[in-house]
């Protein structure tokens, strides 16, 4: 069965930097398409960003050249780094990745970008 925690989340100040975390088990991570997707209040979840088994890597333009999605195979982790945080980034952050044709999610992680 897998399973997917998001940690790392928080209340931040705009241009601040926040590192969420998504550990995998259950799958053999490193094998598996990984992804982030965040729902701000009111909204659809929206895709933020990807990293497929190969390492390449895919953002929305909204967080192009502020976040850096990457890979940790060895310890079956994710990260999403998000630097020049705005409040429009508020939201919760979700860990997904896809297995045998089944959608997985992870239970979220609130952002809170504020003054």
């Known amino acids: 069965q897998v399973q997917l925690v998001e940690s790392g989340g928080g209340l931040v100040q705009p241009g601040e930097s926040l590192r969420l975390s998504c550990a995998a088990s259950?799958?053999?991570?490193?094998?598996?398409?990984m992804a982030w997707y965040r729902q701000a209040p009111g909204k659809q979840r929206e895709w933020v960003a990807d990293?497929?088994?190969?390492?390449?890597?895919s953002y929305a333009d909204s967080v192009k050249g502020r976040f850096t999605i990457s890979r940790d195979n060895p310890q079956n982790t994710m990260y999403l780094r998000m630097n020049n945080l705005k409040p429009e980034d508020t939201a919760v952050y979700y860990c997904?990745?896809?297995?045998?044709?089944?959608?997985?999610w992870g239970q979220g992680t609130q952002v809170t970008v504020s003054l």
């Open positions: 990293i497929n088994r190969g390492g390449q890597t």
């Open positions: 997904y990745t896809l297995v045998q044709s089944v959608d997985s």
């Open positions: 259950g799958i053999r991570f490193s094998l598996y398409y």
